[in-house]
């Protein structure tokens, strides 16, 4: 816990800058004396839990700064488990700043970064798990990052945690009782019921961390990089998937000299497409730059869509160069497009080239601009390469855990699979309590049922001021 844990912190829990309201939090044993100190209507410091008061709110020299609206929460019925009051001002950034700093006059100090996040958890109001969802919910950038930071705060990590945590006190109580009667070398634990406990684990386990890619995907996004020759298409194509002029089309090559990015949402994921320079081996020094970074970009991105000129066709060196990725990097979807198919006046020769495996997709980046529709095929198979169809008609809570979670639990697994290969070799008991107890421990960081200072400060850090 914080050193000044029992303070009352204050700050502005909505973005600043010019809008109809803003919110100042304060929350702490002094909350309501605090705000009372500043508020017209006396009634405040008595104020009950949830009521709300209207009144004028004065600086330190009983000037008036603005008519607000205070609601008080009184601990531990609150978010944060403390006294909190709420105080809704006039939006833009100078009243909320002459409320806060007649606030700190009167007693309350700045709150950290994720602060009343961290009271929150710290009062028992979350759990790590959770607290970590909150943020992921405020960053939220799509569909599914909202959904499955909900699933969280609501639980369903945590649950599913509890669920292995729950097999793994089953067994670890069997065991221990077994040591404690170790001089009579007894075994009254059932060694079949052991083994079906510890795979039972190991298959929740598994599905836990098999469950951080779709979390990635949910908070990340997916990065998708457009290649081709200059002039296939890629421009055009990138602003007719994202519906807007974002990247800048010309006739000339090698116009799209750095990468232009641009978003748009497909099957409830964030898809960020970034427009790279044509490869193409170049003397024009910012072109070779840029046909450098285009490399960058792919070796960084999730999928790589690769645009050819229906009418020109995929030569030597796109083939080869396409090849020599294949070996680099295996893992990488690639979609091939075939665009310009409007300029194509003989379809046998689009079927031809479909059918030859170079090219998958045949469309009109073109005409998609005025027909979103037309791209829908492209927007399957991006869904398809990262194996995230039909993710966003899933019926009810997605549970995905974060990076963090993930690592905890690879090593929760790890401890399983030493007990099992512990119980498999009849070896003894303490080793079995050993690596339970190894893997108890790792289940608790993740919903912060143990915690360490360095776990605190690497989750609460990364929240904003007000949180
Ligand atoms: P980039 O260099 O690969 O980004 O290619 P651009 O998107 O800038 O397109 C090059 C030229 O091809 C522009 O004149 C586009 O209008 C044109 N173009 C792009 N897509 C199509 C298409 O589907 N059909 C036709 N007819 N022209 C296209």
């Known amino acids: ?22 919110v100042v939090r304060v929350s702490g044993p002094e909350a309501v004396p605090v705000v009372a100190s500043r508020f017209s209507n006396e009634g405040l410091a008595e104020a009950e839990g949830r009521t709300v008061w209207v009144g004028w709110l004065r600086d330190g020299d009983g000037r008036r700064i603005d008519q607000v609206v205070s609601v008080v929460w009184r601990g531990p019925h609150s978010s944060t488990g403390e006294d909190v009051v709420e105080v809704t001002c006039h939006g833009g950034d100078t009243v909320a700043q002459a409320v806060l700093r007649a606030l700190y006059d009167a007693g309350a100090r700045p709150a950290a970064p994720g602060e009343f996040t ?16 909150v943020a992921d919910l405020i960053h939220a950038e799509s569909r599914l990052g909202h959904r499955t930071a909900v699933a969280a705060l609501r639980g369903r990590v945590s649950d599913a945690v509890g669920a292995v945590r729950q097999s793994l006190v089953q067994t670890a109580a069997l065991v221990e009782l077994e040591l404690d009667f170790g001089e009579e070398d007894v075994e009254f634990a059932d060694r079949d019921d052991l083994r079906d406990l510890l795979t039972g684990a190991d298959r929740l386990l598994e599905e836990l961390v098999g469950s951080a890619r779709l979390g990635a995907l949910a908070r990340d996004g997916v ?69 450098r970074r285009a490399r960058a970009a792919i070796d960084t991105s999730d999928v790589l869509v690769y645009v050819v000129d229906a009418a020109v066709g995929l030569d030597g060196e796109e083939r080869s160069f396409l090849d020599d990725l294949a070996v680099r990097r295996p893992d990488l979807p690639v979609i091939c497009i075939q665009n310009k198919a409007d300029l194509v006046t003989d379809p046998a020769r689009l079927d031809a080239e479909a059918e030859g495996g170079t090219t998958a997709l045949v469309v009109s980046a073109q005409d998609a601009m005025t027909n979103p529709a037309a791209l829908d095929g492209l927007r399957r198979s ?73 776990v605190l400060d690497a989750v609460f850090s990364q929240f904003c001021i007000g949180k």
């Open 1 to 22: 816990m914080p050193p000044d844990a029992r303070s009352t912190i204050a700050a502005l829990a909505t973005a600043r800058g010019t809008a109809a309201l803003a």
């Open 118 to 133: 961290q009271r929150a958890f710290l009062h028992g109001k979350l759990d790590l798990a959770q607290a970590e969802a």
């Open 223 to 291: 990065r998708v990089v457009l290649g081709g020759r200059p002039n296939a298409g890629k421009s055009t194509l990138l602003n007719a998937l994202v519906g807007e002029d974002r990247a800048i089309v010309s006739p000339t090559p090698g116009t799209t000299r750095d990468a232009v990015e641009a978003e748009a949402e497909i099957g409830g994921l964030r898809f960020r497409f970034v427009d790279t320079a044509g490869l193409r081996e170049t003397a024009d020094a910012i072109e070779a730059e840029g046909t």
């Open 382 to 454: 991006l869904l398809h390469a990262v194996r995230a169809e039909g993710l966003d008609a899933a019926e009810g809570g997605l549970v995905a855990v974060n990076e963090r979670h993930r690592a905890h639990l690879e090593a929760a697994r790890e401890a399983v699979g030493r007990a099992r290969r512990t119980l498999a070799a009849g070896s003894g008991g303490d080793t079995l309590a050993l690596d339970l107890r190894a893997a108890l421990h790792e289940l608790g960081l993740v919903t912060g049922a143990v915690t360490t200072e360095h």
